[in-house]
């Protein structure tokens, strides 16, 4: 079957440690978003990435970074450099051709 | 991309018709209008979009009024497994640009 996957479903690190959220998709999609979500909030954006080897910052890229290295994986790296990334993490692909995005089961993400 | 602005929450009793409306005054002519909705801790789920015209499918049907300027999603049937948050999105077809979701509507079916 088609889809996105993210793993693992809940993960705990300990604060100043680098996290390194997965996600993969075998729909063949150009483009790949994160998004990070808190408690009561809409989604905000991360990064995305348009086509291999290029990404860009969304809205709150600061303390995170990405890679694009191959179609099927765009990775989020949680540095510690991020101030408050206890958050729940979604990551997104599209191809643009009607359905809009096709998100993953997200990774909630908690620091203590 | 266009803003959206839509009500925080809504309740609907169970069997019932909901409504849930959005707006997007400032939309342009090559946006769509996208439906999404996010159960408790999952992906959001596409749900349906469109352009100008009324759209149906098996989950929902999408009305978008003549000057574009607004739409509202109808569940025509609600049923307790609805009760979710529905975000409204406008967006360039054909360009990977970045979706944009707002806060949402937290829709409420209730038995």
């Known amino acids: 079957d088609g889809g996105i996957t993210q793993s693992p479903k809940y993960l705990f690190r300990k604060e100043g440690q680098n996290v390194t959220l997965s996600c993969e998709q075998n729909l063949n999609h150009d483009a790949m978003y994160w998004y990070r979500q808190d408690p009561g909030q809409g989604l905000r954006l991360i990064y995305y990435?348009?086509?291999?080897?290029?990404?860009q910052k969304g809205d709150i890229a600061e303390g995170y970074s990405v890679s694009r290295e191959k179609k099927e994986s765009f990775p989020l790296t949680v540095t510690s450099a991020q101030k408050n990334p206890t958050a729940f993490y979604l990551c997104a692909s599209s191809i643009d051709r009607g359905l809009g995005a096709f998100f993953g089961q997200g990774t909630r993400l908690t620091v203590v | 991309d266009a803003k959206t602005t839509q009500p925080p929450s809504m309740d609907c009793a169970e069997g019932r018709a909901a409504n849930l409306p959005c707006n997007h005054s400032?939309?342009?002519?090559?946006?769509?209008v996208y439906w999404y909705r996010q159960i408790h801790s999952q992906g959001p789920q596409y749900i349906i979009h469109?352009?100008?015209n009324n759209e149906t499918n098996e989950m929902a049907s999408l009305i978008i009024t003549e000057d574009r300027k607004s739409s509202t999603l109808i569940l025509p049937h609600a049923t307790l497994r609805d009760t979710a948050v529905y975000y409204c999105?406008?967006?360039?077809?054909?360009?990977?640009?970045?979706?944009?979701f707002g806060s949402g509507t937290k829709l409420n079916v209730k038995p």
């Open positions: 990435s348009q086509i291999v080897n290029d990404f």
């Open positions: 999105i406008v967006r360039v077809q054909y360009n990977f640009n970045k979706f944009y």
């Open positions: 469109g352009l100008k």
């Open positions: 400032t939309i342009s002519g090559n946006e769509y």
